[in-house]
């Protein structure tokens, strides 16, 4: 079946300006999250969806970050007044959390540049 | 917090040579361990997991056994192949019963020579 999506692959943005990276889950799966991997780095979770409700937002590392989610589907990260150091590859996975079984489905990613 | 530490990279190996790539954490609860691989132009997958002490995870000719006398989950492959030439990941979990976010390492970057 189809897997995590991601759009759009590839994004160059000009410092200041706001941008929306979109993730649409494996249907079914209840559990969603961002995560970032910039330069070098391992990767940073960010933020975690039940449903859509988002109860752990705690690796978000500005108010410049904000993310929603459509119920148990669609869900959009968006980065207000970007700066240089928000490039990265931002990165969403999915999972169902049913009886033990939390392994998270990765999307291609979306790699972000800020000029 | 919680955190991984996995040994600097690269790595080069000629095929058919062994591997072990280390992972060490630090975790406040009991955690699950995970090693993740993204292959060149791929996106991220899981390749093992283990969820508890002595638990072997294996997948692919690749073993991971969860120590949690020396907090260690090392990855081995008795021989590589080209193919396996990817970045590898270690990665933990403290399951809260909902929450299951990942704390990675920063992944070393394995090339395999014919």
């Known amino acids: 079946g189809a897997g995590v999506s991601q759009s759009p692959s590839n994004k160059v943005t000009e410092k200041g300006k706001d941008v929306e990276l979109r993730c649409d889950p494996i249907?079914?799966?209840?559990?969603l999250y961002w995560y970032r991997q910039r330069l070098g780095q391992g990767l940073e979770f960010l933020i975690y969806?039940?449903?859509?409700?988002?109860?752990?937002k705690s690796g978000l590392p500005s108010d410049r970050f904000s993310a929603e989610r459509t119920g148990e589907s669609v869900s959009t990260l968006t980065i207000q007044r970007t700066q240089q150091e928000d490039s990265a590859v931002y990165l969403c996975?999915?999972?169902?959390?049913?009886?033990?079984?939390?392994?998270?489905?990765f999307g291609p990613g979306t790699r972000l540049t800020v000029t | 917090g919680d955190s991984v530490t996995q040994m600097e990279g690269p790595v080069t190996l000629s095929e058919e040579a062994f591997l072990t790539i280390n992972c060490t954490y630090t975790?406040?609860?009991?955690?699950?361990l995970f090693w993740y691989v993204q292959y060149p132009g791929e996106g991220l997958q899981l390749l093992l997991k283990?969820?508890?002490?002595?638990d072997k995870g294996s997948n692919k000719g690749f073993e991971a056994t969860y120590r949690k006398e020396t907090t260690s989950f090392h990855l081995e492959k008795g021989s590589v192949q080209v193919s396996d030439s990817a970045v590898y990941f270690c990665?933990?979990?403290?399951?809260?019963?909902?929450?299951?976010?990942?704390?990675f390492g920063k992944g070393i970057t394995l090339s395999v020579r014919p």
């Open positions: 996975a999915s999972s169902v959390h049913v009886g033990g079984d939390y392994e998270q489905y």
């Open positions: 249907s079914g799966h209840t559990a």
């Open positions: 969806f039940q449903g859509n409700s988002a109860p752990d």
């Open positions: 975790a406040t609860g009991y955690p699950s």
């Open positions: 283990a969820t508890k002490a002595d």
């Open positions: 990665a933990l979990t403290i399951d809260t019963g909902a929450n299951s976010k990942l704390t």
